[in-house]
């Protein structure tokens, strides 16, 4: 049943109706004079799905609270017998990882895992445009031919039958661990953990969970093992909990949900990550220009992709090079690089980007917009798919073809439709090279001519789901809040019920009525405004990437004879002499 309008508004400047999160809403938090920060913090919690009698539980998420027994897993078991073995017998072990964040960082916890038990593993991270996605019998043979008798693979595997069925010929074995979509045939492989693998039980409640998450399991499963055999009676055994930082900057720059075990691991992950002890995130961090303790966000939209930029337009191997350095001298060459390599990622972008918006007008209202050209740089095609997917509210596919007209594509979905399924389907029928993913996001190898039966298939198999997660537009509100009320206080209040991400949205306000006293364009298509309520109070405002859009267009044509409520998240603004509080804008409507 859809719940009553919030404060009324039924469309708003951008067109979507405004309802209460969770079925009785929030309080007024700046009218109610009783008001506690934790009265708030209980309803933000049961508004994303806690049970009430596990607020004290999520309120401070704890790795022993929410960690399941890793046996639970299929394959688990025996991956972690196999590495035991490989550590007590001082084998040569391989890591295969990816090139994203979370193939980095779940190659980087495998690496100081294994050396902390004695072990010298050796990386190996495909280039991603000259190798591509996972293992390639190439790379396998290599690995092989150097002496590895064990091959790890993270973040990847699921779906490499050739390269695996080739490494098992020659002897070698391999343990998978990942978490994308699995078919029923599953690649040979000594073990493959995956708690999205179609034959698992108890395991697949932790579907959501990044690579980097799977990874510590099988780290806890190999720790335990090992102290079963009395492997530690005359060493010291290796604190796993001290790698919660790789796990915390691998599950947000995944987009992985923030519930159950990944708010633990995010939550606890963040202290770590604040007492600096890997070097190489330290470095980062200063690149970075990052002061402070380190936030969710900062995961996301600072660390997470400077760590991105070496695999999209570097050197693929840089970020688990830095993750993995304890020298602080090459920890610091490496962020310096890291950092000018992502500023190269953003000039990049920006041109596919404008590229890829004058081909939307070709693509229809097709379920899935899929847009596709030659001389797209590759390694901003998942980030170009994003800004579509957020323009256009439905599921983008950004496909760069190359001279003999083979494309690689990435695609970024909505809530409630699930594009890597889709893929896979599409895989078996025979319309792509290559290609898998999960609920949210999808990679693929396409040949030029059969995009546009791509394109059909997709918006067959999608258009229902993608109408019904369009049908109702509503944006959800935790709290309603008179100008007076964007404070500091109100931050740290919020900020209690994180930390926050896919699966465990931000809280968003409304605040107002209030009145547009200044307003006009910043930075790259950003609207700022100093906005009033009748309480007098000014509120510091922007809107980013809305100067084209109706909201950005309303702020600024807006006089101060007409009346808003505006809409979005409230963040601290810290470039001053002493912080305050500011809103981040991502909707309004007119109040009169």
């Known amino acids: 049943m859809t719940s009553a309008a919030f404060l ?3 469309s708003s400047i951008l067109g979507q109706a405004w309802r209460w999160r969770g079925r009785s809403g929030a309080v007024g938090v700046a009218d109610d004079p009783g008001f506690q920060p934790d009265d708030l913090v209980t309803q933000l ?19 022993r609270g929410f960690m399941p027994d890793p046996s639970i897993f299929r394959d688990m078991d025996r991956a972690a017998d196999r590495l035991a073995a490989a550590v007590s017998g001082g084998e040569t072990v391989a890591i295969f990882g990816d090139y994203d964040v979370d193939g980095a960082t779940s190659a980087a916890l495998m690496v100081r895992l294994l050396r902390a038990l004695g072990l010298a593993p050796t990386v190996y ?15 396998l043979t290599r690995l092989s031919n150097d002496g590895a008798s064990l091959i790890v693979t993270v973040d990847c595997g699921a779906q490499s039958y050739e390269p695996l069925a080739t ?11 990942d978490h994308h ?6 690649p040979i492989a000594h073990a493959l953990v995956n708690p999205n693998r179609l034959d698992e039980a108890e395991g697949a ?23 079963r055999r009395g492997h530690f009676a005359d060493r010291p055994e290796p604190r796993l909990l001290d790698l919660l930082d790789l796990v915390a900057l691998g599950t947000v720059a995944d987009v992985a949900a923030l519930r159950g075990l990944n708010r633990a691991f995010v939550t606890q992950g963040l202290k770590v990550m604040a007492a600096r002890r890997n070097v190489g995130l330290a470095a980062l961090a200063d690149a970075a220009r990052l002061s402070r303790t380190p936030t969710c966000t900062d995961l996301g939209f600072a660390l997470g992709p400077r760590i991105n930029a070496g695999g999209r337009v570097g050197r693929a191997d840089l970020g688990v090079r830095l993750l993995t350095t304890d020298d602080p001298e090459e920890a610091r060459t490496l962020a310096a690089e890291l950092d000018r390599l992502n500023e190269d990622r953003r000039t990049i972008e920006t041109t596919v980007n404008e590229a890829a918006d004058a081909a939307l007008h070709a693509t229809g209202d097709r379920a899935v917009a899929v847009v596709s050209g030659s001389d797209w740089h590759p390694g901003v095609i998942g980030i170009v798919a994003g800004r579509l997917k957020e323009k256009l509210g439905r599921p983008a596919i950004v496909i760069a073809l190359d001279a003999e007209g083979i494309g690689k594509g990435s695609g970024r979905s909505i809530a409630g439709v699930d594009l890597g399924a889709a893929i896979l389907a599409a895989r078996d029928s025979g319309l792509l090279l290559a290609g898998g993913g999960h609920a949210m996001a999808a990679g693929l190898t396409v040949r030029a001519d059969t995009i546009a039966a791509l394109t059909a298939f997709l918006d067959d198999r999608l258009a229902r789901d993608v109408a019904i997660a ?43 009525p209030v009145r547009v006293i200044r307003a006009d364009i910043v930075g790259n298509g950003h609207v700022r405004a100093i906005m009033s309520g009748a309480d007098g109070r000014a509120i510091k405002t922007i809107a980013f990437r809305h100067a084209d859009t109706p909201l950005g267009q309303a702020l600024l044509a807006a ?34």
């Open 125 to 139: 991270i495909p280039d991603r445009i000259l190798e591509g996605y996972g293992p390639n019998i190439a790379a």
């Open 181 to 186: 979509k699995c078919a029923s045939a599953l």
């Open 8 to 10: 009324g508004i039924e």
């Open 559 to 592: 006089g101060p004879d007409r009346r808003l409520w505006i809409a979005g998240r409230v963040r601290i603004d810290d470039w001053g002499s002493r912080p305050n509080a500011e809103m981040h804008l991502d909707d309004a409507a007119w109040a009169d």
């Open 470 to 512: 369009r049908r109702d537009r509503a944006i959800l509100f935790d709290a309603v809040v008179a100008p007076g009320g964007v404070t500091p206080e109100l931050v740290a209040s919020l900020d209690s019920g994180g930390p926050y991400g896919m699966g465990w949205p931000a809280p968003r306000i409304a605040a107002g």
């Open 45 to 63: 919690l049961m508004a994303r799905g806690c049970p009430r009698d596990a607020v004290d539980e999520h309120r401070t998420p704890t790795i």
């Open 167 to 177: 490494a098992h010929a020659a002897g070698v074995d391999v343990i998978v661990v």
């Open 205 to 227: 409640a932790f579907g959501h969970l990044a690579a980097v998450g799977v990874a510590f399991l099988l780290g806890s499963a190999l720790l335990r093992v090992l102290r």
